[in-house]
């Protein structure tokens, strides 16, 4: 099993930033990949951004290319950068682990992450 503890979140006005930590302990060596996720209120969860380990590549969200940046220290740790917030990023992001094998198309597919964290409330206002 992998534990996942999210920091970082909180309050900012439209257009500042907030950079998310995501702390993974526990059987990091079977992680493949992480990635972030977010679910606003009455919304279906949505993947942010992922990063694998083998070959450090990123993947983005449309929504977010160009304004959140992912990036990992190790296997214990991993960030989300995010700029020119916006209100409709208002949510709550959860950082995710996964083992098997990531298909391209489903890169943002919460069932191919077995492991999750909490969650860190993030509250942009306009």
């Known amino acids: 099993q992998v534990q996942l503890v999210e920091s970082g979140g909180g309050s900012v006005q439209a257009g500042g930033s907030l950079r998310l930590s995501c702390a993974v302990s526990g059987r990091t060596a079977m992680t493949k990949y992480l990635g972030w996720f977010r679910q606003a209120p009455g919304k279906e969860r949505e993947g942010v951004a992922c990063i694998l380990f083998n070959t450090g590549d990123t993947y983005y969200a449309d929504s977010v290319t160009g304004r959140f940046s992912i990036s990992r220290d190790n296997r214990e740790s991993m960030h989300l950068q995010m700029d020119s917030l916006k209100p409709e990023d208002t949510a709550t992001y959860y950082c995710?682990?996964?083992?098997?094998?990531?298909?391209?198309?489903?890169?943002?597919?919460?069932?191919?992450?077995?492991?999750w964290g909490q969650g860190t409330q993030v509250t942009v206002s306009s």
């Open positions: 995710a682990a996964g083992s098997g094998v990531l298909w391209p198309g489903l890169r943002f597919s919460p069932e191919m992450y077995s492991s």
